[in-house]
């Protein structure tokens, strides 16, 4: 997510290496691992696990947003909520992607 990327540019220096460094990593990660699990689809397990990996980095992404918001290292609330609506928001599609795909997966074994 490329908003979450630029906040971190504004941040605190001393947050740079720290809290920045790990909201930029787990963003990043949910995007990748939604990549990769599509390279994986014709193994719906591993699709599955994928999509998995990219909900938990979305919340770490969640997380570290909030810690940033509550420590004061992002000042700036209109910016805090709309990062946290949209993450939120990936959040709620990813996991109704992955019932889907767990549907899709059950009925495939019948």
């Known amino acids: 997510m490329t908003e979450v990327h630029n906040m971190t540019l504004n941040l605190p220096k001393f947050e740079m290496c720290e809290e920045g460094s790990q909201i930029r990593r787990s963003s990043k990660s949910t995007k ?3 990549v990769e699990g599509y390279g994986r689809r014709i193994y719906k397990n591993e699709y599955i696990r994928y999509i998995i990996f990219a ?3 979305n919340n770490e992404t969640l997380d570290h947003l909030e810690n940033l918001f509550e420590t004061g290292s ?3 609330k ?3 909520d709309e990062l946290h609506n ?3 928001v990936l959040g709620k599609k990813l996991n109704r992607f992955l019932q889907t795909v767990q549907i899709k997966h059950l009925s495939d074994k019948k």
């Open 32 to 34: 990748s691992n939604i």
């Open 55 to 57: 909900l938990a980095s």
């Open 74 to 76: 992002l000042a700036d």
């Open 78 to 80: 209109v910016l805090y």
């Open 86 to 88: 949209k993450i939120e």
